[in-house]
């Protein structure tokens, strides 16, 4: 059985103790457990219950990175686009700086396999060159799912 793995990364415009991004930082925890609660929902790398991940992955601190682990393409777009995920994802203009390359990504894992962060790193770097069949974005899904 393979389960869908998602990556995505954004660029705080502001520091997370910045009012502007309050709406944002107070809504993660939210946002985590209706995705906790989602159909189809598996997991989810946090470095503390809830709240907003901060990892320097890419050198930058106002980087936040979201790593989770589904069903399917459709649990997952059920999800983003069918809860209020679907506000947040709407205000990302408002908190997040505008990005100039890809900065999410899917690839399917073995089910009961658990990306790391570095895995994640190489996934998104991979589609970023194009990188092949193994990894994907939602264009890629929609054409997947057309009747031939």
């Known amino acids: 059985m393979r389960q869908l793995a998602q990556f995505n990364i954004g660029r705080l415009a ?18 985590n ?40 393409v459709e649990h997952l777009r059920h999800f983003a686009f069918n809860t209020l995920h679907k506000r947040f994802y709407e205000r990302r203009r408002d908190w997040f700086e505008p990005m100039d390359q890809a900065h999410f990504v899917m690839w399917y894992v073995p089910g009961g396999h658990r990306p790391t962060l570095e895995e994640a790193r190489e996934r998104l770097e991979a589609y970023r060159s194009g ?5 994907f974005g939602w264009r890629e899904t929609v054409r997947e799912e057309t009747p031939a």
């Open 14 to 31: 502001y520091d997370l103790d910045d009012p502007r991004v309050a709406d944002f930082v107070s809504g993660v925890d939210i946002l």
């Open 33 to 72: 457990r209706i995705a906790e609660r989602s159909p189809g929902f598996v997991w989810k790398y946090e470095t503390e219950p809830g709240g907003v991940v901060e990892e320097t992955l890419f050198g930058d601190p106002r980087i936040v990175v979201n790593l989770t682990v589904w069903e399917s």
């Open 131 to 135: 990188g092949g069949a193994e990894v």
